[in-house]
Nanobody
Framework: VQLQASGGGSVQPGGSLRVSCAASGLSLDLYAIAWFRQAPGKEREKVSCISISGSDGTTSYADSVKGRFTISRDNAKNTVYLQMNSLKPEDTAVYYC???????????????WGQGTLVTVSS
């Protein structure tokens, strides 16, 4: 089982990026998928989550990104995306995707984790 996060990079404030989480060895449509981020010297933060496909398709977002970030899934590509718009310097972090059977608030309940992709927002 492997989750591959990609799409990070450097962007100016106000810019956009889309990070992707591709899976091998498991079907992402059978899992809830969350994006977490961790900035240097800070606690890991849950950014967004999308529930299992075929359920109500609920998405959730941290208050800090609500209205700017959008999580989505493409089951045909076995990939989950996080579209990030209106990026701010405080969004700078390593972004990780992870799977669970529900969108728990406790990150310890997410079993499989990607390796992370770095997003840097700076002028």
């Amino acid at each position: 089982v492997q989750l591959q996060a990609s799409g990070g990079g450097s962007v100016q404030p106000g810019g956009s990026l889309r990070v992707s989480c591709a899976a091998s060895g498991l079907s992402l449509d059978l899992y809830a998928i969350a994006w977490f981020r961790q900035a240097p010297g800070k606690e890991r933060e849950k950014v967004s989550c999308i529930s299992i496909s075929g359920s109500d398709g609920t998405t959730s977002y941290a208050d800090s990104v609500k209205g700017r970030f959008t999580i989505s899934r493409d089951n045909a590509k076995n990939t989950v995306y996080l579209q990030m718009n209106s990026l701010k310097p405080e969004d700078t972090a390593v972004y990780y995707c992870a799977t669970s059977n529900a969108c728990y608030s406790d990150s310890d309940l997410f079993a499989f984790w990607g390796q992370g992709t770095l997003v840097t927002v700076s002028s």
